[in-house]
């Protein structure tokens, strides 16, 4: 009943710049908090930042400074804009969103993952 959509992956140099989009469709009342984890083969899943429904953001300490998360409530999207981008930060990004659904209550669903590859 709730789906959501992740776009802006792709292969970057190190020091580029990503910005990945996370669009949440479906039987939606209203969203608390959404999020971007990241998972990189044989590491477990890590949050790398989050954005309450009021704007307030939190940031794993590997990538504050560089990486900034926003959201529009009018869209029901939240963004990754990454910059100064590292190595270590190749993974599949997964944005995720605690939904109030219309008629099936409160649920934390997932985005499909998108590559975000950094070379050098």
């Known amino acids: 009943q709730v789906q959501l959509v992740e776009s802006g992956g792709g292969l970057v140099q190190a020091g580029g710049s990503l910005r990945l989009s996370c669009a949440a469709s479906?039987?939606?009342?209203?969203?608390?908090?959404m999020g971007w984890y990241r998972q990189a083969p044989g590491k477990q899943r890590e949050l790398v930042a989050g954005?309450?429904?009021?704007?307030?953001?939190n940031y794993a300490d590997s990538v504050k400074g560089r990486f900034a998360i926003s959201r529009d409530n009018a869209k029901n999207t939240v963004y990754l804009q990454m910059n100064s981008l590292k190595p270590e930060d190749t993974a599949v990004y997964y944005c995720?969103?605690?939904?109030?659904?219309?008629?099936?209550?409160?649920?934390?669903?997932w985005g499909q993952g998108t590559q975000v590859t950094v070379s050098s």
């Open positions: 995720n969103a605690d939904v109030i659904a219309r008629w099936n209550g409160r649920s934390v669903y």
């Open positions: 954005i309450t429904s009021g704007g307030s953001t």
């Open positions: 479906g039987s939606i009342f209203s969203i608390n908090a």
